[in-house]
């Protein structure tokens, strides 16, 4: 059973018993708070319903962004000698990234999960006693506030979902904390224009910090989105009945819009890429970002593209390309541009 399937049986376990309206006014009261950004001055998931209608509502959705971003870094990081063995998970709830890092990185053995409120933590330790893999029915749930947490360190630090609940100081403080704890950091937004904004800040941080970007960027320069565009990308979540019912949708999917950043440390040791000259790192950014759904017509695909460059604009791949071209067919919104 794959992890999503694996996550929806658990998550439809969580819900049986709970009355749906109290679900569904616990899921409206918290998707009014998450329009609003104003940092948090008291847990948002106030009370078990609220616990139950976060994970029911939202999980599948930062599990499907996540598992996209954790897969495209575990490409990246592939043959470099820098795949995780073990995971810690700022702020991390019921467990959504905890889930995502064991789909897109077998390596994993040991999990550690760190979060403000303990109903959360007590739901993501039950849902991952049905995990497909041991390490994630293993993983250690643990209450802390950040700025506080225990003295934990992991090859891959995850950071997801967190930082509009907390102020620009708070979130200055939390990217420092992950970068002293991790030598992989993963930061994940909702892919709004100031979930951008924030992700911008923390890839700011990263850079000034001597670190070096995984993805999505194809560059270490500026972004090169000018004024009213932000770099986001979509992942497609299946939506079960129970979720349709509590959250009042027809539709039978939504698409799950997120932003990202990802980095290693500037001491992680990066093995060469035996095919290229250059350090598999910069060889797996070298091939660019599609920035929104391509445009599949007769005879050729057209691309919006996140170029080395570091400039963003127009790419198109024609019949003529061969290969490339039947590439460039099944690429989509979010991957790097075939080459
Ligand atoms: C929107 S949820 C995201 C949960 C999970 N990372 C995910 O992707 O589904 C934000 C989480 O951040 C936690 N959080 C917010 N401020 C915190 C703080 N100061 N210390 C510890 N956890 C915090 C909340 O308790 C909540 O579980």
Redesign the pocket.
């Known amino acids: 059973m794959s992890y999503a399937a694996a996550l929806r049986s658990a998550l439809e376990r969580a819900v049986r018993g709970v009355p749906e309206r109290d679900l569904a006014a616990a899921t409206e009261s918290l998707v009014a708070r ?1 329009r609003s950004v104003a940092a ?1 001055s008291a ?3 106030a009370s078990p319903v609220h ?1 139950v209608a ?2 029911a509502y ?2 599948p959705a ?2 499907a ?2 598992s996209r971003v954790l897969r495209d870094v575990a490409s990246a990081l592939a043959g470099s000698g820098l795949e995780p063995r073990t995971q810690l ?9 905890a889930w995502a890092a064991a789909g897109a990185f077998p390596s994993i053995e040991s999990v550690t ?5 303990g109903e ?1 933590l007590r739901l993501g330790r039950d849902l991952v006693a049905e995990a497909p893999t041991e390490s994630l029915r293993t993983a250690r749930f643990e209450r ?6 225990p003295n934990v360190s992991a090859d891959l630090v ?5 930082l ?3 102020d620009p100081g ?1 979130q200055a403080a ?1 990217v420092a904390d992950a970068m002293s704890r991790g030598r992989v950091v993963v930061v ?1 937004e909702p892919g709004t224009p100031d979930g951008y904004a924030r992700i911008l800040r923390v890839r700011a941080a990263l850079l000034a910090a001597g670190w070096r970007l995984v993805g999505p960027c194809p560059h270490e320069l500026a972004c090169p989105l000018g004024e009213g565009d932000w770099c986001h990308f979509a992942a497609r979540v299946n939506r079960s009945a129970a979720h349709r019912r509590i959250k009042g949708g027809e539709l039978s999917y939504e698409d799950e819009k997120y932003s990202w950043v990802a980095a290693v440390a500037p001491d992680a040791t990066v093995e060469p890429d035996p095919a290229t000259t250059s350090s598999s790192l910069s060889a797996a950014r070298a091939a660019g970002r599609i920035l929104r759904h391509p445009m599949k017509r007769k005879g050729f695909v057209e691309f919006q593209v996140c170029r080395p460059d570091g400039s963003a604009g127009r790419e198109v791949v024609s019949k003529k390309a061969g290969d490339r071209y039947r590439a460039a067919r099944d690429a989509e919104w979010g991957d790097a541009f075939p080459r």
């Open positions: 998450y948090a847990p948002i998931l616990v976060y994970a939202r999980m930062t599990h962004a996540l998970d700022l702020g991390g709830g019921t467990g959504a990234a999960v760190l979060d403000q409120v959360a802390a506030r950040a700025g506080a947490w995850t950071v997801s979902y967190v509009s609940e907390l708070q939390l994940a």
